[in-house]
Structure formats: C-alpha cells, structure tokens
C-alpha cells in the first residue's frame, strides 16, 4: 500500500491564511511536506501551525490584484529553491447579476481567479519541468459545473480555471507533472459562516443531498491525496466535492 508521505517536498499553496486554503496548508505539513503559503497581508503568524523535524514553514505576501505585488513574486520564485506541489487556492468573488455588474468587478475577479493561476503555474511549472516531478491542484469551485443568478463573473472565472487545468494536464505530462481541478461545493467555512444566519445555512444544507455543507478538511484531504505519491495517473480531472448538490 502506497502512503501518501511528503516529507521532503515542498509545497506553494497560495491563499493559505484561512478557511479551505489553511486547512490545505495544516494537511500537507501533518504529511510531512515544508509549505511556502501566500496570503493578501504584508505579514502573517505562522506560529499556530504545526512542524516538526527538517519541516519548514513560511509566509509570503502575494496579492493577484496589483501588478506590483505579482511581478515582485514571481521575480522571487527561483530564491524559493524546488517547488514539488502547487496549490492555487487564493480566490475572490462578487455576487452581482450580469445587468448589475461593473466591467471592474470582472477584471478584478478574473486577474485572482484565473490570471493569478495562469501567472503562477507557468513560473512553477518550468521548475518543475527541469526536477521532472511535479502536482498542481487547482481549487476551482461547484459554480465550474453549475451555476445561478449572480455568479456570471465568477462562474466564468472558474470554468476557465478548468479549462486551464486541462490544458496543462496534457502539455506537461511527458514530465511527469500532473495537474488537477477541485470543485468544492458549499463549505463550511468562517467566511461562510459570517456571510449567512442560521437559518440561511439550514436552507443551504437543505439543498445538498447529504443534507450538510462540507468540512474544509473533506476538501483538504483531495488536495493531498491529488498532491502526493499516491496519485500517480490521475491528471488534467476536475473532482467535484459538493455532496451530491449537482446532480439534483
């Protein structure tokens, strides 16, 4: 049996200082990996994580929404050594009919949703060619599959993020870089939990087969499993986590 042991890799995962994107970075390093995590924050505390051993942990500001911060990043990424993992988590999202909407809501979602991951795995992914070793997951979401009233701009961020998923999938599999989508349906999140009331997460949870939302760690858990030796084929899927929501 094949364990899925990341001790000695390191992994990039972007948007890591909350919600899915932490509960990403506290998995992988529970599996030994040394996580390189971004946030939008000049400065952030790592200090409530967890290491051990030769493990490290740090903290990089990176903001797909100014220019500036971007260009700084990626001109420092050689500094970062081997990247073995990538997880594009970071992700905004402006809830607005397409009549309502303003043409900066779109450049602004587009340039974190997808631009930011294009950007980032095209850097990555040329270190990742010369190491010919390499797993990048993309957290798409449940609107790449379906979609409702108010998420136009959003939905037409995260079906390109698929369809870069794809795309990359065939381009660097000869080097042995596997690149895959995840889906997460309605999570649990504190983000979600301050944006709805009680009653809003019943309604919710009403609608999903399973009858509740999803633990970030449930999402988490695919990443790792996406991210380690143990996925040795699968690459350029899109893996929906949504409890069944889509196919009601």
Do not use: C
């Not at 000049?42 to 797909?64: E, T």
């Not at 303003?102 to 095209?122: E, F, H, M, Q």
Request: hydrophobic share 40%; aromatic share 6%.
């Amino acid at each position: 049996m094949i364990e899925n042991n990341l001790e000695g890799q390191i992994a990039l995962v972007t948007g890591g200082t909350r919600g899915i994107g932490k509960n990403i970075v506290e998995n992988l390093l529970k599996s030994g990996a040394s996580v390189i995590m971004t946030g939008t924050s000049p400065h952030y505390d790592v200090s409530g994580f967890k290491i051990s051993g030769d493990q490290k942990l740090s903290y990089k500001q990176l903001d797909f929404s100014k220019s500036d911060s971007v260009n700084s990043f990626l001109q420092d990424l050689p500094e970062l050594g081997k990247i073995h993992i990538l997880v594009n988590n970071a992700g905004i999202n402006r809830v607005a009919a397409n009549i309502d909407s303003a043409t900066t809501d779109y450049s602004a979602i587009l340039d974190v949703n997808l631009k930011g991951p294009y950007l980032l795995t095209r850097e990555v992914s040329r270190m990742m060619i010369k190491q010919k070793y390499g797993r990048v997951v993309n957290i798409s979401s449940i609107w790449s599959v379906v979609s409702r009233s108010g998420r136009s701009i959003y939905s037409t961020s995260k079906w390109g993020l698929v369809g870069l998923t794809k795309s990359l999938a065939v381009e660097l599999a000869p080097y042995n870089i596997l690149v895959n989508a995840i889906s997460p349906g309605f999570t649990m999140t504190e983000l979600t939990q301050n944006t709805n009331s009680a009653e809003e997460l019943v309604h919710i949870a009403a609608a999903i087969p399973l009858q509740r939302l999803a633990k970030p760690i449930e999402i988490a858990n695919w990443v790792g499993l996406l991210a380690g030796p143990i996925n040795s084929y699968i690459t350029g899927q899109n893996i929906v986590i949504d409890g069944g929501y889509s196919n009601v």
